[in-house]
């Protein structure tokens, strides 16, 4: 059974940095693609970051481009989002999800696998 397991939320105040980890096991195959996504109270799941695996390629959201960088550790089957220049409009519920469908990445019912969330806050 595949399990992913994320760390590293927290609070901090707008402008800082956060590192996010997740870890996955249990997995019977490589994994195609790894993601980030997000849950702000209130509105819908969305991609921030992803990270396709075979090809080394990464995908971001708009609202995260040169502010977040989405990293990988196939050795551990690992995959860390680096946060930096935190704003409060950041503040969710920071989920990790693998074994990506097809489809667009930024979309949770293309994923297969789901961690249960690592809740990140930015104070003003």
């Known amino acids: 059974q595949v399990q992913l397991v994320e760390s590293g939320g927290g609070s901090v105040q707008a402008g800082g940095s956060l590192r996010l980890s997740c870890v996955g096991s249990?997995?019977?195959?490589?994994?195609?693609?790894m993601a980030w996504f997000r849950q702000a109270p209130g509105k819908d799941r969305e991609g921030v970051a992803g990270f396709y695996i075979a090809g080394g390629t990464t995908d971001y959201a708009d609202s995260v481009k040169g502010r977040f960088t989405i990293s990988q550790d196939n050795a551990d089957n690992a995959v860390y989002l680096q946060m930096n220049s935190l704003k409060p409009d950041d503040t969710a519920m920071y989920y990790c999800?693998?074994?990506?469908?097809?489809?667009?990445?930024?979309?949770?019912?293309?994923?297969?696998?789901w961690g249960q969330g690592t809740q990140v806050t930015v104070s003003s």
């Open positions: 249990g997995y019977t195959y490589a994994t195609n693609y």
């Open positions: 999800a693998a074994d990506w469908h097809g489809g667009s990445w930024y979309e949770p019912s293309n994923f297969a696998y």
